[in-house]
Nanobody, 125 residues
């Protein structure tokens, strides 16, 4: 059973940066895709970014393309989300997720079996 723990959230001013990390234990995520999702108050959970098992393929939501970068650090069984040029509308709880076996990145939350507890990102204007 894979456990995922996110870290790196916090409060930042608009235009600032944060780097979120997703650390896995109880199993490896180096052989499967990993995704990041976010949920703002009163809104549904939405896709942010995903990366293939090898790191060779990445997907991004249009709203974060060019500002966020997803990367994996397989030696540490971790995936990171570098967030630059943050906007107030990026404020949300950010979750990382991993599927049971899939290696290619997925945009749909239903493809992911394992989820972290989330980390709060707040961007002030």
């Amino acid at each position: 059973q894979v456990q995922l723990v996110e870290s790196g959230g916090g409060l930042v001013q608009a235009g600032g940066s944060l780097r979120l990390s997703c650390a896995a234990s109880g199993g490896t995520i180096s052989n499967r895709a990993v995704g990041w999702f976010r949920q703002a108050p009163g809104k549904e959970r939405e896709f942010v970014a995903a990366i293939s098992w090898s790191g060779g393929m990445t997907y991004y939501a249009d709203s974060v393309k060019g500002r966020f970068t997803i990367a994996r650090e397989n030696a540490k069984n971790a995936v990171h989300l570098q967030m630059n040029s943050l906007k107030p509308e990026d404020t949300a709880v950010y979750y990382c997720a991993a599927p049971s076996r899939l290696r290619s990145p997925q945009r749909s939350a239903t493809e992911y079996e394992y989820w972290g507890q989330g980390t709060q990102v707040t961007v002030s204007s």
